[in-house]
């Protein structure tokens, strides 16, 4: 005898797999690559230095 499906376990499995693909879809579409992210955070570091830099000491 074959052993009983759990029809939630298969429902919720294609859901998960539903979900993930559109967010995959989201971060191709959204999302910033990671030399991007880097780029970034790079120049925010530099600006925050500048601007450290221009701050009057008391």
Do not use: W, Y
Not at 39 to 45: D, F, I, M, P, S
């Amino acid at each position: 005898m074959s052993m009983p499906t759990n029809l939630n376990k298969i429902r919720k499995e294609r859901e998960r797999a539903a979900r993930r693909t559109r967010a995959d879809q989201n971060s191709v579409q959204f999302g910033q690559s990671k030399t991007q992210k880097e780029t970034l955070k790079a120049r925010v570091e530099r600006i925050a230095l500048t601007l450290e830099g221009h701050k009057r000491g008391t």
